[in-house]
């Protein structure tokens, strides 16, 4: 059972997330052609070589999808836009249907009473950026400003918020470190300059909308609470490395304007030179900072004479999720005190992702997902308690609205509130969806 709209502050937002590339139908209406196709169509990579060309068809099935969340009884949608839907080759001449989308997603949402949440990148890196090197290039900076100033000129005066980034981790060191996301490298120095690079991004990109009088900007962190797998000194050390990366890397450049040591000890021969000198544009003021959290892992101290950051991942014991992610609501209240007290203070919070792909629904009834409503009810109460000792969490964001395509697995993990019958595409709200309509709207 879900804790009601009425056990949180009046002002709490509750809402839903997805994302361009993983819903929108990628080979439709005009969009260029992505990292993440290219990946997809390398053997390997990604499992059945699926990509997003048709995904859920959001393209053409906006309106329908824009009405299961006014049904739901969300405050907020958290979307993003898609750099090569907007700007096919990266840079030049705007894809005028792709800026049309976006108005029409705009304003069917404030048609509804719905709160649009933009996010300008979520993954989907215009195939002749990544040509150009990508994130490892230093002018993907100034190659994003301007794709900002395009998207947010033509709908930055309707959007309730807006953040550059999903997920900075992910964007650097799951793409360019483990080679486990588009553009598939293992590679440190490349690592470093991507890491580097995503953050000097936001920066140019908070500017540009700043210059465009927009407010209400963030940025968002994804983090996975990284625990020792054994109680010893060196199990201790290996997770304190892995937090540095995951958790502290980021959300310290943002706030902060410095990168933790543990993770200069590795990467601070490979950042590109100069890198103090950004911090001026890295740490632009911001609005909110946001949360994506799912799991924790555990880790140990990789076996001597491994390089840098000899650490290994342990299997943890706890129930998991179809992802093979286990289950750790109190990792939530964790970061969430975590960010306020080392970083943010009193700057509002949003969890801007958490949810689970489910099991019970791969087994059984596709429209039975009590593991789902499950999660979610430990995780808002997580945010309850947080939000009880005083920190300043504002809203929370269930991922995902549709089940989509979910990356290197594919469309095989169902994350949704909404069954996608991936022949028909027809969407079938399951039971978790029933369970936030009622949350919601008593
Ligand atoms: O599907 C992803 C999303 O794109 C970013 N955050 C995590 C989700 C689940 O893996």
Not at 33 to 56: K, L, Q
Not at 230 to 242: G, K, L, N, S
């Amino acid at each position: 059972m879900l804790p009601h709209r009425s056990d949180f502050p009046s002002d709490f937002l509750f809402g839903a997330a997805t994302s361009a590339y993983q819903i929108e139908g990628h080979a439709q209406g005009g969009a260029g052609r992505t990292h993440w196709d290219d990946f997809a169509a390398t053997p390997g990579n990604v499992a059945g070589a699926e990509n997003g060309s048709i995904a859920c068809d959001h393209l053409n099935r906006m309106d329908e999808d824009l009405d299961l969340l006014k049904d739901a009884g969300f405050d907020v949608y958290r979307f993003s836009t898609s750099w090569a839907r907007v700007l096919p080759e990266g840079r030049g001449t705007p894809n005028a249907q792709g800026l049309d989308f976006y108005d029409r997603l705009v304003d069917g949402l404030l048609e509804r009473g719905i709160k649009p949440a933009a996010t300008l990148y979520h993954w989907e890196l215009p195939s002749p950026l990544s040509d150009l090197g990508g994130w490892r290039n230093r002018d993907i900076a100034s190659w994003f400003a301007d794709y900002t100033e395009v998207i947010m000129s033509r709908i930055g005066d309707r959007v309730w918020s807006a953040a550059p980034i999903n997920e900075p981790w992910c964007v650097a060191w799951l793409s360019h470190f483990e080679g486990a996301h588009a553009p598939g490298l293992r590679d440190i120095r490349a690592t470093a300059r991507a890491m580097h690079h995503v953050l000097l991004a936001h920066g140019r990109a908070t500017q540009v909308m700043r210059g465009l009088g927009m407010t209400n900007l963030g940025a968002v962190c994804n983090m996975e609470l990284a625990a020792p797998a054994q109680e010893t000194e060196t199990a201790r050390h290996a997770a304190q490395v892995q937090d540095a990366i995951y958790n502290r890397f980021f959300i310290s450049g943002l706030t902060k304007g410095c990168y933790p040591d543990e993770v200069l000890d590795g990467l601070g021969a490979h950042l590109p030179d100069g890198w103090q000198d950004d911090f001026d544009t890295i740490t632009q003021p911001i609005d909110w900072i946001g949360l994506n959290y799912y799991t924790r892992k555990l880790y140990d101290a990789a076996p001597a004479g491994a390089p840098w950051p000899a650490t290994v991942e342990v299997e943890g014991p706890l129930p998991k999720t179809a992802m093979n992610w286990e289950i750790y609501p109190e990792g939530l209240s964790h970061f969430l005190t975590m960010i306020q007290r080392d970083y943010t203070g009193d700057l509002p919070i949003y969890v801007t992702e958490n949810g689970m792909a489910g099991l019970s629904e791969l087994t059984g009834d596709p429209l039975s997902d009590p593991d789902r409503i499950a999660y979610l009810a430990a995780h808002l109460e997580q945010v309850q308690n947080a939000v009880s000792q005083g920190v300043p969490v504002k809203g929370y964001f269930t991922w995902s609205l549709l089940d989509n395509y979910e990356w290197a697995l594919g469309y095989a993990p169902r994350f949704g509130l909404i069954h996608v019958d991936w022949t028909s595409l027809n969407r079938y709200p399951k039971a978790s969806f029933s369970a936030i309509k009622e949350a919601l709207n008593s």
